[in-house]
């Protein structure tokens, strides 16, 4: 039996728990492999790929599968309570501990996958929560020493995950506690072939699935889809991407030149089953200047079937002056399938290195627009906008 499954949920899978002699030969005897060959599992390197961290899966011969007509949890249980069993099976003793208790991070990283806990707070959910860290360490003239200081906030602030998982990236560059992470996936995907699509089932139905990179999604979803991600039931993608993955959607017309993003809505408009389903927007090579080209890069969503809660997260609502992405900005009202979500504007920024500062964003007229513009609260320094070299007299 694989080492991870619950004591009381082994009972089912082999009756006599005792330990079994094994005849003394040879390791490399011809026996011993004709042996190992028989009771090896159809599972591929990929999905066993630092045990637990395995999770991109692929299709197994079905007319190989012994159909265990002599197993009691085959043959004596419903599939309802083997499904019951599964969903034990992948809880831990730590779930408790987090906001989201069934949320696992999937991501690419120096050619392989990986497969962490989603450790998000409950507080993290403000999605002004770190600016108002911010806010009290600034106030209290920086001695705030229990919050930190601002050039650790502001790390946060413009880390690529996400507001709420700014603790999920911190951990992924420090070593972290294994038994956070760890999971029963391996162990169940290995006990044998005829159960084998029960658990991966099981596993797309019963967890949260967080990606927080473009690279990671395409690959997952795109390039090499798992043969069991139609079971996917939650899913969050958070795409904070540069100016350039946004070119594609600058014009109407251009999106349909080469894109990372589109394939992604194509692959989700394929899945019936989705239950809940976020989908983040932000641009970090600009500065705190978020806005995003936001009708363009949406269009593909308006074909996504999602049973319950349906929300796209986007920057704040400010006139930015941006010629690249004028006329694009969603509104409550254009009869969108999905939530608007506004993320309050940014007020912290390290325009120079080791320098973080509180700024305002004030506006002034251009022809007959209101363009915003940063003002310092502490100097006199004009700060440019990315997007136009002309700057107007303030």
Same mark, same amino acid.
Request: aromatic content about 12%; overall charge neutral; proline content about 7%.
């Given at each position: $039996? ?13 009756? #006599? ?53 002599? /197993?009691?949890?085959?043959? @004596? %249980? ?5 499904? $019951?069993?599964? @969903? ?5 003793? =730590?779930?408790? $501990? ?37 806010? $009290?360490?600034?106030? /209290? ?13 502001? &790390?946060? %602030? ?17 070593? &972290? ?9 391996? +162990? ?17 139905? +019963? ?18 889809? !798992? ?14 991407? /540069?100016?350039?993955?946004? *070119? ?6 251009? /999106? =349909?030149?080469? #894109?990372?993003?589109? !394939?992604?809505?194509? *692959? ?24 995003? !080209? ?10 996504? &079937?999602?049973? #319950?809660?349906? *929300? ?15 006329? =694009? ?7 969108? !399938?999905?939530?608007?979500?506004? &993320? ?20 002034? *007229? ?12 502490? +100097? ?15």
């Amino acid at each position: $039996m694989a080492i991870g499954v619950p004591l009381k949920v082994r009972s089912f899978f082999r009756p #006599n728990l005792g330990k079994r002699s094994r005849p003394t030969r040879s390791s490399n005897s011809p026996l011993e492999v004709d042996w190992k060959k028989r009771i090896q599992p159809c599972v591929t390197h990929d999905e066993l790929v630092a045990c637990d961290n395995a999770v991109v899966v692929s299709d197994q011969d079905v007319d190989s599968v012994d159909p265990q007509l002599n /197993s009691p949890f085959l043959q @004596e %249980l419903p599939l309802e309570i083997r499904r $019951m069993i599964y @969903e034990y099976v992948w809880s831990n003793t =730590q779930d408790h $501990m987090f906001y989201v208790p069934n949320g696992r991070h999937i991501y690419f990283q120096k050619g392989r996958w990986h497969n962490i806990r989603c450790v998000m707070h409950e507080m993290d959910e403000d999605p002004d929560f770190i600016q108002k860290q911010m806010d $009290m360490v600034y106030e /209290s003239g920086g001695t705030d020493s229990d919050n930190g200081n601002l050039q650790l906030w502001q &790390r946060r %602030l413009s880390q690529t995950w996400g507001h709420r998982h700014w603790r999920c990236e911190e951990r992924i560059h420090h070593p &972290r506690e294994p038994r956070v992470d760890k999971t029963n996936f391996a +162990s169940m995907m290995v006990i044998c072939r005829r159960i084998y699509p029960e658990v991966m089932q099981s596993i797309f139905e +019963s967890h949260h699935f967080h990606f927080n990179d473009l690279n990671s999604a395409y690959r997952f979803f795109v390039s090499h889809p !798992p043969a069991f991600v139609s079971h996917m039931r939650h899913l969050d993608l958070t795409f904070n991407m /540069s100016f350039a993955d946004y *070119a594609p959607f600058i014009f109407k017309t251009e /999106s =349909q030149r080469k #894109n990372y993003i589109t !394939p992604i809505w194509k *692959a989700l408009a394929d899945m019936d089953c989705l239950q809940n389903l976020r989908v983040s927007f932000d641009i970090y090579d600009r500065g705190p200047w978020r806005t995003v !080209p936001e009708s363009n890069v949406t269009k593909g969503a308006l074909d996504l &079937r999602v049973v #319950n809660d349906f *929300a796209v997260e986007l920057p704040a609502s400010m006139p930015i002056y941006n010629m690249f992405f004028q006329k =694009q900005e969603l509104s409550g009202d254009d009869g969108m !399938p999905f939530e608007i979500v506004r &993320r309050p504007a940014l007020r912290y920024w390290e325009f120079h290195p080791y320098e973080v500062e509180r700024f305002r964003w004030d506006t002034h *007229a251009k022809g007959s627009l209101q363009v915003c513009w940063v003002a310092l609260l502490n +100097s006199s320094r004009r700060i440019p906008n990315p997007y136009v070299i002309d700057f107007p007299p303030r």
